[in-house]
T-cell receptor, first 114, second 114 residues
Framework: AQSVSQHNHHVILSEAASLELGCNYS??????LFWYVQYPGQHLQLLLK??????LVKGIKGFEAEFIKSKFSFNLRKPSVQWSDTAEYFC????????????FGDGTTLTVKP | KAGVTQTPRYLIKTRGQQVTLSCSPI?????VSWYQQTPGQGLQFLFE???????NKGNFPGRFSGRQFSNSRSEMNVSTLELGDSALYLC?????????????FGEGSRLTVL
């Protein structure tokens, strides 16, 4: 069975600080990888995704993530966070392309202080 | 394009009762999956329906069931409610044929069991 581990449950940063959220997954086959974000009072939405090709993927709002296959990792990064990035971030793995069964990490709550 | 719509948004039930939640996917999306979100367990996969057939199932007891209609709308039912069923139930739809499992979430139905 696949599993996803997010390293930090709660991260607090000041505006303009750099962000890196760790995500490791456990699965031996081919995976599709996602980061979803849930802003306060809003529904979960896709931040970025990796299916194949360039392991460095860029998403919305200046976020990027790097897939390192040898480390089973898909870490999320942003060079300079803003107060509006305060949200909960979920890493997810889908090991069945074209199916709706994704396994999610427990989430990381990011608080950005103005 | 309308997003994923879930009804009701909030509901309160007592132990032993049953509840039915509804989900209308994005037009053209044929896959509908359900997740349970709780503070302690994160997002847990319940089941996925595609073309009116349950295609994937998570590790939940038989009290949790679902179905999908010919117009792709889906319902999930929880019978004999327990206090531990209190959670946010999220529905997500997916194109399936492409975008390999990218999920589009509704705002959720928040169930409180007293």
């Amino acid at each position: 069975a696949q599993s996803v581990s997010q390293h930090n449950h709660h991260v607090i940063l000041s505006e303009a600080a750099s962000l890196e959220l760790g995500c490791n997954y456990s699965y031996g086959g081919t995976v599709n990888l996602f980061w979803y974000v849930q802003y306060p009072g809003q529904h979960l939405q896709l931040l970025l995704k990796y299916f194949s090709g360039d392991p460095l993927v860029k998403g919305i709002k200046g976020f990027e993530a790097e897939f390192i296959k040898s480390k089973f990792s898909f870490n999320l990064r942003k060079p300079s966070v803003q107060w509006s990035d305060t949200a909960e971030y979920f890493c997810a793995v889908n090991a069945q392309p074209n199916a709706g069964k994704s396994t999610f990490g427990d989430g990381t709550t990011l608080t950005v202080k103005p | 394009k309308a997003g994923v719509t879930q009804t009701p948004r909030y509901l309160i039930k007592t132990r032993g009762q049953q509840v039915t939640l509804s989900c209308s996917p994005i037009s053209g999306h044929r896959s509908v999956s359900w997740y349970q979100q709780t503070p302690g367990q994160g997002l847990q996969f319940l089941f996925e329906y595609f073309s009116e057939t349950q295609r994937n199932k998570g590790n939940f007891p038989g009290r949790f069931s679902g179905r999908q209609f010919s117009n792709s709308r889906s319902e999930m039912n929880v019978s004999t409610l327990e206090l531990g069923d209190s959670a946010l139930y999220l529905c997500a739809s997916s194109l399936v044929d492409r975008d390999a499992g990218e999920l589009f979430f509704g705002e959720g139905s928040r169930l409180t069991v007293l």
